[in-house]
């Protein structure tokens, strides 16, 4: 019986973010294409050959994507919406494919027909932080192969004398996450099969003996359309062309293992870091004579695997069959290597592993399960060390945090009065008009804010000018508030790295890196902390910010703090204890916080749930429990405050329908939420549910570099006022504003507030 090791993937930022450097340049215009092309290969050819230095068998090409691999799969197969104006028959150059990822503004310094054209929606791809340009199938779609990017990426490894498992989104995940506008994108099926197949044949011709192709929504709940579809789809790909690896992750396949197990595939892979328990169902249900791919080691988190564990499982199935050992899924989710990590400590390094470590690791136990373990007896024993250590080391345990918990009373997570009372004093206390505006609370990371921070960094600057300088881009913020007009204020958040980030460095408990890049977004990253240990906030965190941008103005600003649920869901968490035990500890922290706030005088304080809704689990099942404790967490951390105190949170790509008696629950005073690209659809079911609180429909989509006129967001408010009472509303962006510029910015919510003024002027004529 034969082990082996395959990569379903790896991250394709580069260690040291290459790829989003590249690719700025290539949009600021000063790299060429050739350039950006070059970079590009560059990074494949280096990825390749690490990973088979490290012992991958199985590499993968076309895991690298310029900007995302679901946009990657819909522009092959020419599902390229009408208002990118792509003659027919035509494909699409990388012009159109950035026009569909980042939207374009037209004009002289773009040399395209479409002129001002915006981008396809961004959604999460599953549960993760990383998003996915939408496939869009409108009615008149005529799909149609263009450049087909799996083959060039083939014959690129080929040339260079690496054999490589191309990996393929599966056509049944990317109809299933296909938007349809006015029909069924299943309604495609037969030509998208079609499509897929002659890509098969090729990359066969081309000499390619398997594909990889990944198929992550079986570990979903399937409709029966989805479930025929798989069955068809399989039965037209699987039985001529190269053999496929079907790749499932992140989750189990339970009620789906029958499916699967039904399709004649070559092979199957399966996530054992998510699913551990579902490996003896697979290993009966899967025959004999199709290869098994066991996702051991965690592509979702940081943590060193517990090699000897999975040794014992894996010991008795490599003597009965074939096995392939993988990382749970695509480790695009990991950042790339620890040995880049120069500041953490010894003792917190060895417990982990990244992309580069997991493969390792992997290699290693392919080792003892071919040659014995007493083959790499040395080996085994640093990991038995590190997980042991792990296990008992003091720094992971609080006894200050585990007695506050024990202590927690149901008191703590209800506001003192009911919403109708907290309006009424709140307005007394606020006094602010009807239509209030606001923003989220990022202004421009500008280039000079990020240059201030690296040099502050790397020991340059030191901290008292650092500081003086953030102090002054934060009064420059207020000022300028002030003369827009704006009603509610924000500091503007320029001595922050990153929503999550920042808070990470702050609190005690978790760990953070310098390099531990992952991809978010086309060039955009995040380097999640690392939640190691019970968590605590030994000090205030954003005090002193707020208090300084409050003694500079009359109005009122918001203290702004992410919230714990979004802080879980966006780090790397303990995998020792559950999800909702490291939730509760960060509310509590989060709780210390909103407290001083309020004792300092702040009177409205947002805070951010931006990944409550992404963290809800994949499989409705588990939605009630997951909704439970979040929404008590974010109880937890925000109840504390007195009615006069105005609590506001944030969520962005908000597919709400599903959530709002969870949203409700939050009982928070004012919500703002993504809608500017929905035409409002969204508030339709807040009216139906009754929503009682005041909610911010975002009407300035930040996401793309244009700039909306003021008619049309009184438009969008008028859309909004068809399901809300005038009371209800809030007029803000979408989300905040870091990744713009101001020169986008200032228009912008300048509109934005003589659109509020005009709202303002049309409510009292009619009153
Ligand atoms: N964690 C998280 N997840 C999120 C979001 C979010 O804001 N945070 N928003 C949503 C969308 N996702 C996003 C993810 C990242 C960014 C983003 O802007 N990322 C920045 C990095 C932010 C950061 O950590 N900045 C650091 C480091 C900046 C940097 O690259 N510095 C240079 C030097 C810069 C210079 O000298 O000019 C370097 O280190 O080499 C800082 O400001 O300190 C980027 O990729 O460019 C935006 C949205 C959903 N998920
Ligand atoms: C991704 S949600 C962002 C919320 C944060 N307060 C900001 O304005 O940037
Ligand atoms: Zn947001």
Redesign the pocket.
């Known amino acids: 019986m034969t082990v082996s090791v395959a990569s379903l993937g790896f991250p394709r930022i580069g260690p040291r973010r290459e790829l989003?450097f590249a690719l700025e340049k290539f949009w600021a215009g000063t790299i060429s294409q050739d350039e950006l092309e070059e970079a590009a290969q560059g990074l494949r050819t280096a990825t390749w050959a690490r990973q088979k230095a490290l012992g991958v068998d199985w590499l993968p090409s076309n895991d690298f994507s310029l900007y995302d691999h679901v946009l990657d799969t819909s522009v092959m197969l020419g599902a390229i919406p009408a208002r990118y104006d792509l003659a027919s028959g035509q494909a699409a150059g990388l012009e159109t494919y950035f026009a569909m990822a980042r939207g374009a503004t037209g004009g002289a310094t773009c040399g395209h027909a479409h002129g001002s054209v915006t981008a396809g929606e961004m959604t999460k791809w599953f549960d993760t932080?990383y998003?996915f340009i939408v496939p869009e199938i409108e009615p008149e779609t005529r799909l149609q192969l263009g450049h087909i990017k799996p083959l060039q990426d083939y014959l690129e490894a080929k040339a260079q004398g690496f054999e490589t498992r191309p990996v393929i989104l599966g056509p049944v995940t990317w109809l299933s996450l296909a938007k349809e506008y006015g029909s069924d994108p299943f309604d495609l099926l037969e030509e998208v099969l079609a499509l897929y197949a002659t890509v098969l044949a090729r990359l066969e011709e081309a000499g390619a003996e398997w594909v990889q192709i990944d198929e992550p929504i079986l570990v979903t709940d399937l409709t029966d359309r989805q479930r025929r579809a798989f069955t068809r789809a399989y039965a037209k790909l699987g039985r001529a062309g190269p053999k496929i690896m079907l790749a499932t992750y992140f989750g189990g396949l339970e009620n789906n293992l029958s499916l699967a197990a039904s399709l004649p595939v070559a092979g199957l892979h399966i996530d054992l870091a998510r699913a551990p328990e579902q490996l003896d169902a697979v290993v009966k249900a899967v025959p004999q004579n199709r290869l098994l791919s066991l996702g051991v080691v965690d592509g979702r988190n940081v943590w060193r695997a517990d090699l000897a564990a999975l040794l014992d499982r894996l010991e008795p199935l490599a003597a009965q069959r074939d096995l392939v050992l993988a990382p749970s899924c695509s480790l695009l989710h990991a950042p790339v290597d620890l040995q880049l990590e120069s500041k953490l400590d010894d003792e917190l390094k060895q417990w982990l592993a990244f992309a580069v470590q997991k493969i390792e690791e992997l290699d290693l136990l392919r080792r003892a399960l071919a040659n014995g373990r007493e083959s790499v007896a040395a080996e085994l024993a640093t990991s038995a060390r590190a997980t042991e250590a792990r296990k008992t080391a003091a720094r992971i345990h609080d006894r200050a945090v585990s007695e506050r918990i024990a202590a927690l009373t149901h008191d703590m997570r209800e506001r003192r009065a009911g919403h109708a009372e907290r309006v009424k004093t709140q307005s007394e206390v606020l006094n602010l008009p009807l239509f209030p505006t606001t923003t989220i609370g990022s202004f421009p990371?500008t280039?000079a804010?990020?240059?201030a921070?690296?040099e502050y960094n790397r020991g340059v600057l030191d901290g008292k000018s650092y500081d003086a300088f953030l102090h002054q881009e934060t009064e420059r913020a207020i000022r300028w508030q002030e003369e827009a007009g704006v009603d509610m204020l924000v500091h503007g958040e320029f001595e922050r790295?990153?929503?999550?980030?920042y808070f990470g460095e702050k609190l005690a408990g978790f760990a953070f890196t310098v390099n531990g890049w992952v991809q978010?977004?086309g060039?955009?990253?995040?380097?999640?902390p690392i939640l190691y240990g019970d968590v605590s906030r030994p000090e205030p965190m954003t005090v002193d910010w707020w208090r300084y941008a409050q003694g500079l103005t009359d109005k009122p600003v918001k203290g702004m703090l992410t919230g714990p649920v979004t802080i879980l869901n966006?780090s790397f968490v303990r995998d020792d204890q559950p999800r909702e035990a490291s939730c509760r500890q960060i509310a509590l922290a989060i709780r210390d916080e909103v407290l001083d706030l309020e004792a300092a005088g702040c009177k409205a304080i947002q805070i951010d749930e931006?990944?409550l809704r992404e963290g809800l689990p994949l499989r409705e099942r588990d939605w009630p429990a997951y909704l439970d404790w979040a929404v008590d967490c974010f109880r937890l951390a925000a109840a504390g405050v007195g009615n006069q105190t105005q609590i506001h949170t944030h969520m962005?790509y908000s597919e709400f329908n599903d959530i709002l008696p969870s949203i409700g629950a939050m009982d928070t005073d004012v919500i703002s939420i993504e809608t500017a690209r929905s035409q409002m659809e969204l508030l339709a079911g807040f009216a139906s549910y009754r929503y009682p609180s005041a909610i911010g429909p975002g009407i300035y989509d930040i996401h793309s570099a244009r700039v909306p006129g003021e008619d049309e967001m009184v438009a969008l408010m008028r859309l909004a006022q068809k399901h809300l009472r005038p009371e209800q509303l809030w007029v803000n962006p979408d989300c905040?504003l870091?990744?713009r510029g101001w020169d986008e910015v200032k228009p912008a919510i300048a509109a934005m507030v003589s659109a509020a003024r005009t709202l303002r002027a049309e409510t009292n004529t009619e009153a």
Not at 497 to 501: E, H, L, P, T
Not at 523 to 528: A, D, T
């Open positions: 989003k932080n998003h990371q280039g804010v990020r240059k921070r690296a790295n990153d929503m999550v980030q978010s977004y060039s955009r990253c995040v380097r999640p966006w931006a990944a962005c905040g870091k990744t």
